[in-house]
């Protein structure tokens, strides 16, 4: 699983990079950006299922409402920012998308936190 969160951490900023840059230029959301949105959407949706899969296997974390509440918010972030963009056809929508893409990949890194995993990554050379 965290693998595939780092992976939707770097897509996400992508994303949001992508979206400041038609910001800077005054241009809204296109269409191509909410299919990135999409296929992020995708793969967030496969790492539950994988993150399903390996707490059925026994992975313990901490708090399990917190982590499946990052993951519905996660995956409530791009669908919100959509409906945004296409009501809204200024280089706004393209702000809210910065927005979006943004706190999608804090709530990668909390859900990797909550894991386990950033922990021990952190913890890499600490005496």
Same mark, same amino acid.
């Given at each position: ?14 994303l ?17 950006? *909410?299919?990135? !949105?999409?296929?992020?959407?995708? *793969?967030?949706?496969a790492t ?10 026994g992975?313990?974390i ?12 996660? !995956?409530?972030?791009?669908? *919100? ?5 296409i009501a809204?056809?200024t280089?706004w ?17 909390? *859900? ?7 922990g ?8």
């Amino acid at each position: 699983m965290p693998f595939l969160n780092w992976i939707l951490f770097a897509c996400s900023l992508g994303l949001a990079a992508w979206a400041g840059l038609r910001t800077a230029r005054d241009q809204p959301v296109v269409f191509k950006q *909410l299919i990135v !949105a999409g296929g992020i959407l995708v *793969l967030l949706f496969a790492t539950m299922i994988v993150a399903g899969i390996q707490l059925g296997r026994g992975h313990e974390i901490a708090d399990g409402v917190t982590f499946w509440g990052y993951f519905i918010a996660a !995956a409530l972030l791009f669908p *919100l920012a959509g409906v945004w963009a296409i009501a809204e056809r200024t280089r706004w929508s393209s702000v809210v998308l910065i927005v979006a893409g943004v706190a999608f990949a804090v709530v990668q890194l909390r *859900l990797l936190q909550l894991w386990g995993t950033l922990g021990a990554i952190t913890q890499i050379g600490a005496p």
